[in-house]
């Protein structure tokens, strides 16, 4: 599972589109910026690209992910809007021994609706397809989505609570969701969706930031007769600043705490995982490639609008 939420409720259009792209980025691991105040600029990112390559000088621990995330929102009126977009994620990593490339394909579609001034709900299908690109393999669909529950208790500080769904390669994979929002002061803020993402960022001078976060990630691909399945727990540094007004740039080193590339037979599968734990678990493990306590160098690129 990709890449991570911070809902917001407004009534006004432009406010409705920030709310939209992020329960968007749910699944894609990043999140969007604003600020608690009600009358500061809204911003909404349109378009994300994102590297991260390993630091490690031992081939063996090589890494590499890239991916694209475009939103493009529809909104019905001020209380309903259509989510879509596409997100694109090119993963090279070790496995079985050897290198292997990936990528993954998600096309979200869903609404976000405003009940009232402090409380909406938002259903996406975060259904993708993923494929081994080398050695090729042929492409596999896994059905999934996603419910937020999101209630704004004042300007400063929010809550979400929700659960997201997966049909990975190793069976059905649910993850109960609690998330925040929490601006304690203009310079300050915590944000983030447990146990998938969180972010603390402090502001010195606008536009830099600079922060950490934790981002778990969890997927699986099929190789054939056999099914890989990707875990890693990954903690970053990062600073983030504006080079013109609509592209902001963000850099940062991630560490792996833990990250696994485990390799099961496909008729080896489990009743169902909830927040990684896996129910009546007696898999054969066939191969396990360790690539724990690695660095990353992470970029990314985001165009971003101001309403």
Known sequence: ?????????????????????????????TVA??????????????????????????????????????????PVNDKLVLITGINYNNLTTKAFGSTAQFYKLTIPFGFKATLNEKNTIT???????????????????????IFIYTRKVNEKFKYNIGLYYNNEESGAFFIPVIGTKWNPSDKWEIKGNLPIN?????????PLKIGISYVGKYESYDLGKTYLVINRNEFAFFVKTATIKNLII????????????????????????VAGIHLNDSRNVLSNTQLNNTLFFDMKLIYRIFK
């Open 250 to 273: 963000q850099a940062g080193v991630a560490y792996n705490l833990s990250n696994t590339s485990k390799v099961y037979s496909s008729s080896d599968r489990v009743n169902a995982s």
């Open 198 to 206: 969180l972010k603390i960022s402090y502001t010195p001078v606008k």
């Open 123 to 145: 259903v996406v299908t975060l259904s993708r397809v993923t494929k081994m690109i080398q050695p090729s393999v042929g492409a596999k669909f896994q059905p999934g989505g």
């Open 1 to 29: 599972m990709n890449q991570l939420i911070a809902l917001i409720i407004h009534r006004d259009f432009s406010k409705i589109l920030l709310g939209l792209w992020l329960i968007i980025n749910l699944n894609p691991d």
């Open 33 to 74: 910026q604003t600020s608690a105040d009600s009358t500061a600029p809204i911003e909404v990112d349109i378009l994300k690209v994102g590297y991260a390559q390993s630091l490690s000088a031992d081939s063996g621990k090589a890494q590499y992910d890239a991916y694209v995330n475009l939103l493009v929102p529809i």
